[in-house]
């Protein structure tokens, strides 16, 4: 859960980047990306007038905790989507200001939780959405204390690629 002491601002020309560090998950996407505009080891750590507004744009989009965000003075924005577990409709749900953005189905039996299929909507694709759902589907999972056996082609890579997740999976089990 965020709070205001993990919320930061650094404005520039152009555009303000905004960093949540309760989401940060340290993938360091950023760093990589753009070292002079990300640098841990300086304060700010965040200066982004060391770069174009597009390249700090194209950079804060690939953030796959959505840590990062920002608004520019030309009106494009990035803000941390909710990710919601809709019981009724048997689905995870990413919510784009309150509208749905995509969802990951699953059938629930016991204490495993198989999903099924994960769908982002057309448009919304290609912004890191589906890896955002599936960590916290993932991490609503591990809170109660369930298994995943994942059939979605999307999860089965996802849960290869990040091995933090390897406990929850019901074919090690
Ligand atoms: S890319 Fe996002 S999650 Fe990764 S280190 Fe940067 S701010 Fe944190």
Same mark, same amino acid.
């Given at each position: 859960?965020?709070?205001?002491?993990?919320?930061?601002?650094?404005?520039?020309?152009g555009?303000?980047?905004?960093?949540?560090?309760?989401?940060c998950?340290?993938?360091?996407?950023?760093?990589?990306?753009?070292?002079?505009?990300?640098?841990?080891?300086?304060?700010?750590?965040?200066?982004?007038?060391?770069?174009?507004?597009?390249?700090v744009?194209?950079?804060?989009?690939?953030?796959?905790?959505y840590?990062?965000?920002?608004?520019?003075?030309?009106?494009r &924005? +990035?803000?941390?989507p909710? /990710? !919601?577990?809709?019981?009724?409709?048997? @689905?995870?749900?990413?919510?784009?200001? #309150?509208?749905?953005?995509?969802?990951?189905?699953? &059938? +629930?039996?016991?204490d495993? /939780? !198989?999903?099924?299929?994960?769908?982002? @909507?057309?448009?919304?694709?290609?912004? #890191?959405?589906?890896?955002?759902?599936?960590?916290?589907?993932?991490?609503?999972?591990?809170?109660?204390?369930?298994?995943?056996?994942?059939?979605?082609?999307?999860?089965?890579?996802?849960?290869a690629?990040?091995?933090?997740?390897?406990?929850?999976?019901?074919?090690?089990?």
């Open positions: 859960m965020s709070s205001e002491n993990d919320f930061r601002s650094y404005p520039a020309p555009i303000t980047v905004t960093w949540d560090a309760s989401r998950r340290h993938a360091t996407e950023c760093v990589r990306g753009l070292p002079l505009v990300f640098d841990p080891t300086r304060r700010p750590w965040i200066t982004p007038e060391a770069a174009a507004v597009d390249d744009i194209d950079v804060v989009d690939r953030c796959p905790s840590a990062l965000g920002y608004r520019t003075n030309d009106g &924005q +990035r803000t941390a909710e /990710v !919601v577990d809709n019981t009724a409709m048997s @689905r995870f749900e990413i919510r784009l200001g #309150g509208t749905l953005a995509g969802f990951a189905e699953y &059938q +629930r039996a016991n495993l /939780v !198989v999903f099924s299929h994960t769908e982002i @909507r057309e448009g919304l694709k290609g912004k #890191g959405l589906a890896t955002h759902l599936i960590t916290e589907s993932l991490d609503m999972v591990r809170a109660q204390d369930l298994r995943v056996l994942p059939l979605c082609p999307f999860v089965i890579a996802f849960m690629a990040h091995p933090e997740f390897a406990e929850l999976d019901y074919r090690h089990h």
